[in-house]
């Protein structure tokens, strides 16, 4: 399973590509960030996210996409910058026909860290550790995207067996309501 792992940020979208499947270990294929400019206008700048999320997407080829989903925070602008580059992501994903999947960061933190409430240092030593790295990839938006990436596919395969569960059971229903009428 190769997967894209993308950090949303205007300022800074951290990117991350992956490659492995649970259980087995994991392979780094890319790290790094799309910038833009503080400066910019909105609309130049979500361009420029999705120039360089579309670049990625090129590049390696990813089968899902993992978006870190957008969570309350005090800043709304920040959050709005978050949610615009978020969007971008999906939007690139969805054109190309590739599944996304939104984790939350407490969910991100657990699944690699075992704490939700891990910081950022934590995220970045288990990421490093985890895909055999010489040194923690920076920014932390790279590192946050490895790890996005790295979670998805530790849970993509127990996500997966629950929808088949839940769409057998909604079908038995549905076969089950034909054979009383």
Not at 4 to 20: F, M, Q, S, W
Not at 143 to 172: K, M, T
């Amino acid at each position: 399973m190769r997967v894209l792992g993308v950090d949303p940020g205007l300022t800074r979208c951290g990117v991350g590509v992956v490659e492995g499947v649970a259980g087995r270990p994991l392979t780094m294929l890319g790290v790094g960030v799309v910038r833009t400019s503080a400066d910019a206008e909105l609309g130049q700048r979500l361009v420029a996210v999705e120039q360089g999320i579309e670049a990625w997407l090129d590049e390696y080829r990813p089968e899902y996409v993992a978006v870190e989903r957008v969570f309350s925070q005090h800043n709304v602008r920040t959050v709005m910058g978050t949610a615009q580059a978020s969007a971008v992501a999906m939007l690139c994903a969805a054109r190309r026909g590739l599944p996304v999947a939104l984790h939350t960061p407490s969910e991100v933190k657990a699944a690699v860290t075992g704490s939700g409430r891990a910081d950022k240092a934590q995220v970045g030593a288990m990421v490093t550790r985890l895909l055999r790295l010489d040194a923690p990839p920076r920014p932390a938006d790279a590192a946050d995207a490895l790890a996005l990436a790295i979670c998805h596919i530790w849970r993509a395969p127990a996500v997966n067996r629950l929808q088949q569960a839940q769409a057998a059971h909604r079908q038995a229903q549905v076969s089950s309501r034909k054979v009383t009428r």
